[in-house]
């Protein structure tokens, strides 16, 4: 996936948050891109998430394996079907191919929150796809 790509996604995500939920928008910034040479057709992204203060994403899912780690502040995430929890810093969350994001924010409405995940997916597949 182009950083062009990844930019789109960016622009996906921050859009439909504001307008589902008018709230600020999760900054998300690409880190590092690498195909896996001994898994042909994958590659991992690695992404830091900003939540600011009362952040909050739209429903959305991941054709990836998702490994999410809290940098700072605290965040609430939920999968469908699974219980939503409350993360603080060193605490980690798990999404699967599969799963669909049904909860994403700030757990705060006064501090940022910040996290970094490392997708594991198909190349030239879209990191964030939105749910129908």
């Given at each position: 996936?182009?950083?062009?790509?990844?930019?789109?996604?960016?622009l996906?995500?921050?859009?439909?948050?504001?307008?589902?939920?008018?709230?600020?928008?999760?900054?998300?910034?690409?880190?590092?891109?690498?195909?896996l040479?001994?898994?042909?057709?994958?590659?991992?992204?690695?992404?830091?998430?900003?939540?600011?203060?009362?952040?909050?994403?739209?429903?959305?899912?991941?054709?990836?394996?998702?490994?999410?780690?809290?940098?700072?502040?605290?965040?609430?995430?939920?999968?469908?079907?699974?219980?939503?929890?409350?993360?603080?810093?060193?605490?980690?969350?798990?999404?699967?191919?599969?799963?669909?994001?049904?909860?994403?924010?700030?757990?705060?409405?006064?501090?940022?929150?910040?996290?970094?995940?490392?997708l594991?997916?198909?190349?030239?597949?879209?990191?964030?796809?939105?749910?129908?």
């Amino acid at each position: 996936m182009s950083y062009l790509r990844i930019l789109g996604t960016v622009l996906v995500l921050g859009c439909s948050a504001q307008l589902a939920h008018a709230a600020p928008q999760p900054v998300v910034a690409p880190v590092m891109q690498r195909g896996l040479a001994d898994i042909p057709g994958k590659e991992m992204l690695m992404i830091t998430v900003d939540y600011p203060p009362g952040a909050v994403e739209s429903i959305h899912r991941h054709d990836a394996h998702a490994f999410l780690y809290v940098l700072e502040g605290s965040i609430v995430m939920q999968v469908k079907g699974g219980k939503e929890v409350t993360l603080t810093p060193g605490q980690t969350f798990y999404e699967g191919p599969d799963d669909v994001h049904t909860v994403g924010r700030n757990a705060s409405t006064t501090k940022p929150a910040k996290f970094v995940v490392v997708l594991l997916k198909k190349k030239g597949v879209d990191a964030v796809l939105p749910v129908e």
